[in-house]
T-cell receptor, first 113, second 116 residues
Framework: GQNIDQPTEMTATEGAIVQINCTYQTSGFNGLFWYQQHAGEAPTFLSYNVLDGLEEKGRFSSFLSRSKGYSYLLLKELQMKDSASYLCAVPFNYGGSQGNLIFGKGTKLSVKP | DTGVSQDPRHKITKRGQNVTFRCDPISEHNRLYWYRQTLGQGPEFLTYFQNEAQLEKSRLLSDRFSAERPKGSFSTLEIQRTEQGDSAMYLC??????????????FGPGTRLTVL
């Protein structure tokens, strides 16, 4: 089966750096996604990691360790607009190809002035 | 590219009524997914189409729920005899089967259902 765990809530200060962790258990691995979701809106894609290591994209970076079943999303130079839920997700494995996403419950990040 | 669209955006209905939602995916996307999301939770998978074929259905999809994608383009999700527990945001997503974006699912704005 598949299971994803991430903290429920986090608070950080504008301009700071925050790291949101995600641990997962999957039968087969087809990569890991991070999505951002503002309240009342649809999730929007942030990153996709399939190989170990850190991938940087502007203020956001995502890290993956397949051996540890662990990922994190790093947000730098926090802005008020970064207040949102951050969802960790892995694709269900259909014989090696990707299917639907299995999401964690999301981490609600509050950025304070 | 107009993105994934969903209609209606909001639906209020009385318990026991039937409701139908529509999703129009990005035009060249073969794969289409329906998810349900309740407050404080991540989206939960309901069903998945590749072209017009429904390839997978979650155990969450009781026999009151049915989904179709008759021509491999838009999809509909119908809930019969709605219950208060069906109140949620219903999200549709689509993805291509190849190309640089094939790993990414693009989500629509969702339909928020309230069952009174």
């Amino acid at each position: 089966g598949q299971n994803i765990d991430q903290p429920t809530e986090m608070t950080a200060t504008e301009g700071a750096i925050v790291q949101i962790n995600c641990t997962y258990q999957t039968s087969g691995f087809n990569g890991l996604f991070w999505y951002q979701q503002h309240a009342g809106e649809a999730p929007t894609f942030l990153s996709y990691n399939v190989l170990d290591g850190l991938e940087e994209k502007g203020r956001f970076s995502s890290f993956l360790s397949r051996s540890k079943g662990y990922s994190y999303l790093l947000l730098k130079e926090l802005q008020m607009k970064d207040s949102a839920s951050y969802l960790c997700a892995v694709p269900f494995n259909y014989g090696g190809s990707q299917g639907n996403l299995i999401f964690g419950k999301g981490t609600k990040l509050s950025v304070k002035p | 590219d107009t993105g994934v669209s969903q209609d209606p955006r909001h639906k209020i209905t009385k318990r026991g009524q039937n409701v139908t939602f529509r999703c129009d995916p990005i035009s060249e996307h073969n794969r289409l997914y329906w998810y349900r999301q309740t407050l404080g939770q991540g989206p939960e998978f309901l069903t998945y189409f590749q072209n017009e074929a429904q390839l997978e259905k979650s155990r969450l999809l009781s026999d009151r729920f049915s989904a179709e994608r008759p021509k491999g383009s838009f999809s509909t999700l119908e809930i019969q005899r709605t219950e208060q527990g069906d109140s949620a945001m219903y999200l549709c997503a689509s993805s291509p089967v190849s190309g640089p974006d094939y790993n990414e699912q693009f989500f629509g704005p969702g339909t928020r259902l309230t069952v009174l």
